[in-house]
């Protein structure tokens, strides 16, 4: 890693646009832009105090480029911890290139993907799960997927992650200490704090791991398959929750061939809803693995929402003669996911009377009766009737409790396999315990433990890893 050379990149969105942000960093970011910046003052960039902005020309020998605004960050005052310069200029693509052009001929090299946060890592200024943070809270889309970047960001799981491997880390200074008075039988850590300790740990890795379910698929966004049989309205519902003609509705049959997908932030959540094709039996091969992908998706989905064409379905809506085969396709799912919520959803209750509504939503309750994490919902897709009821029903899929309290929510896939592998060594340290094994022996599942922990905040380390993390920021960040 080439951490002495002076980098530089656009920190803002490539395009035309009103302002656009040039960020410079290095050890010689500050007299490098100073070389191709006169202020409007007649002041020398290097003589100014840090955090301040300046108004001047970005020139090219006696060529004016354009009128900017620089800001001013010297030694470990900025972002990267290292002396920065913010270029602030006109937000033209020709602008752009021919400023970033000028500094690369005055000794810059373009920054790679992550690598301004990437210095920050290294100079100390925030620690490994802190800067991953920082790529989440860009891509955030949605108030829940915000929140947990800026909780994480702030400190909030490195900070509980870095007590547990302290007070581990004493404990473990205690035990390597016995080992070089083996001879005398001292015992320095009192196996009973001891024991608390490795409970308390215990109770905190389960809690974080747990809490993966929740935040990954807060960060990710909710996947809710729309699912049932042609023509129901399964589009018609789409384009009912996110408020646009998102997908095709037509009288007939088959028309959705393929899944159509879309995001909707409900209450703060993000949703990933999933229009799939009608569920029917078929000799057409193109809607045949149209339907093949719907099963895939529900296997995918958190939540399956079922929709019925109510009034086709039920015909006169007190004889409850079309109820069986409802049943027969309710249970097919059921039985091949048993651990999905579902909703189902009785579609175009606006061609039904109340008694015939009432009628209906009682069938539909007895065919929910002996199935957990189901519930029933009557709705117009085409009127909106329904509706925000329906988004509320899924509300209710979602752990927002964790939110509110501003829990700490794991959305990471390589803080959890940490995770899991540092209850892993703790564990084994238990049953240590519970066996009587000398501290030599403890002490292996100690550093064990204590490596997983590090590899989280970034106290354990290797190139391959920063490169395979920072690989997925954006250029400029």
């Given amino acids: 890693m080439h951490i002495q050379d002076t980098i530089t990149a656009l920190a803002t969105a490539p395009g035309a646009g009103a302002i656009a942000v040039i960020r410079v960093s290095g050890e010689n970011a500050i007299p490098l832009v100073s070389s191709v910046f006169k202020a409007k003052s007649g002041k020398i960039l290097e003589d100014q105090d840090s955090h301040t902005l300046h108004l001047g020309n970005i020139v090219d020998g006696s060529r004016i480029i354009d009128e900017a605004l620089v800001s001013l960050f010297k030694g470990k005052r900025s972002y990267t911890g290292e002396p920065t310069v913010e270029i602030s200029c006109h937000g033209s693509p020709y602008i752009q290139q021919e400023i970033l052009q000028l500094l690369f001929r005055k000794g810059c090299r373009a920054a790679k993907a992550g690598e301004f946060t990437l210095r920050a890592f290294i100079n100390g200024k925030m620690d490994l799960s802190q800067a991953e943070a920082v790529a989440d809270l860009i891509a955030s889309d949605n108030a829940g997927a915000h929140q947990i970047a800026m909780q994480q960001m702030r400190g909030g799981f490195s900070n509980e992650i870095a007590q547990l491997r302290q007070e581990l880390l004493n404990f473990a200074s205690l035990i390597e200490l016995e080992l070089d008075f083996a001879e005398e039988d001292v015992e320095f850590a009192n196996r009973e704090e001891f024991q608390e300790l490795i409970a308390k740990i215990t109770r905190v890795l389960k809690r974080l791991i747990d809490s993966f379910a929740t935040g990954n ?12 049989e042609p023509n129901v309205g399964k589009s018609t519902l789409l384009n009912a929750l996110l408020n646009e003609e998102r997908a095709i509705v037509s009288d007939i049959a088959g028309t959705t061939r393929d899944t159509i997908e879309d995001e909707l932030s409900i209450g703060g959540i993000g949703f990933r809803f999933i229009d799939t094709a009608g569920i029917r039996e ?23 929402l079922y929709l019925i064409n109510t009034p086709s379905a039920f015909g006169n809506a007190t004889d409850g003669s079309a109820f069986t085969d409802l049943q027969i396709e309710i249970e097919k799912i059921k039985n091949r996911f048993p651990d999905k919520p579902l909703i189902l959803v009785a579609n175009k209750i606006d061609q039904l009377s109340d008694s015939e509504q009432q009628a209906i939503s009682n069938q539909l309750f007895e065919l929910l009766a002996n199935t957990v994490k189901s519930s029933v919902l009557l709705i117009s897709a085409k009127s909106g009737t329904g509706i925000d009821e329906l988004k509320e029903q899924l509300l209710k899929f979602v752990n927002t409790g964790a939110l509110r309290n501003n829990e700490t929510l794991v959305t990471n896939s390589r803080h959890y396999d940490a995770l899991l592998k540092a209850l892993e060594e703790i564990e084994k340290v238990q049953m240590g315990i519970d066996a009587g094994l000398s501290g030599d022996l403890l002490a292996i599942d100690i550093r064990e433990a204590l490596y997983h922990f590090g590899e989280i905040t970034g106290q354990v380390t290797n190139d391959e890893l920063l490169g395979n993390i920072f690989a997925n920021f954006c250029i400029g960040k």
């Fill in 217 to 228: 698929v807060i960060k990710n966004g909710i996947p809710v398959a729309i699912v049932g």
């Fill in 282 to 304: 078929t000799i057409d091969v193109i809607e045949g693995l149209g339907i093949k992908k719907t099963f895939e998706k529900i296997s995918q989905a958190q939540v399956v």
